[in-house]
């Protein structure tokens, strides 16, 4: 089955730089990758996903980069905010589309 | 207001004694799943159902059930708990699997 490797595990930043998490995937018939955040004691929430089909996505000050051929995918957000502290999770289908695994999560914290 | 609700919250049992975890959407979502988030772990998929009457495995089944009588309603039984399902569990469910998952608050159960 698919496994999602990702790094690092915990991340902290100053407020205002960049963050880049990354992620690894084994099955190369794997077609949607999801991110979700989660807030301390929160549920996971989607925050940006992108598609087999499409190298990159942005939405505000996140983005997501596909790179197919070697099997990764990550995570960046610009100016960091203190409100940007949470676990992130990395996550990729499988090829009918009916089951998500998920990387390990990365914890970030944004110091102010 | 959309959501996806999961009971208990918090559960503390023993060894052997059967459990349901009550998962209900008010989405009217086809699709709906487990996961079991457990530290430096990520979450990990129990099972998930396309539609009523419809299930299968995920990465983690063994020591579980589910059953989809109803759409709205997925519940995760576990009929003889064991230490090693102390976990965060949560429910999730989706439109078009495996896109956007509305994930439920989490039952957090311990097992002794």
């Known amino acids: 089955g698919e496994n999602v490797e990702q790094h690092p595990s915990t991340l902290s930043v100053q407020e205002g730089d960049s963050a880049v998490i990354k992620c690894t995937y084994s099955?190369?018939?794997?077609?949607?990758f999801p991110w979700y955040k989660q807030e301390l004691g929160k549920r996971p929430q989607l925050i940006i996903d992108i598609r087999s089909n499409v190298g990159e996505k942005k939405d505000q000050r996140i983005a997501v980069t596909l790179n197919k051929t070697a099997k990764h995918f990550s995570l960046h957000i610009t100016e960091t905010q203190p409100e940007d502290s949470a676990v992130y999770f990395c996550?990729?289908?499988?090829?009918?589309?009916?089951?998500?695994?998920f990387g390990g999560g990365t914890r970030l914290m944004v110091k102010p | 207001e959309a959501q996806v609700t999961q009971n208990p919250r918090y559960l503390i049992t023993v060894t052997g004694k059967k459990l349901t975890v009550t998962c209900s959407q008010n989405?009217?979502?086809?699709?709906m799943s487990w996961y079991r988030q457990d530290p430096g772990l990520g979450l990990r998929q129990i099972y998930y159902?396309?539609?009523?009457?419809?299930?299968d495995k995920g990465d983690v089944p063994e020591g579980y059930k589910v059953s989809r009588k109803e759409k709205r309603n997925f519940p995760l039984i576990l009929e003889s708990p064991s230490p090693n399902q102390t976990s965060l569990y949560f429910c999730?469910?989706?439109?078009?699997?495996?896109?956007?998952?509305?994930f439920g608050p989490g039952t957090r159960l311990t097992v002794t």
């Open positions: 989405m009217n979502h086809e699709y």
């Open positions: 999730a469910s989706s439109l078009n699997p495996p896109l956007e998952q509305y």
């Open positions: 996550a990729a289908s499988n090829n009918a589309g009916n089951m998500l695994t």
């Open positions: 159902s396309m539609n009523v009457e419809v299930t």
């Open positions: 099955d190369s018939a794997s077609n949607y």
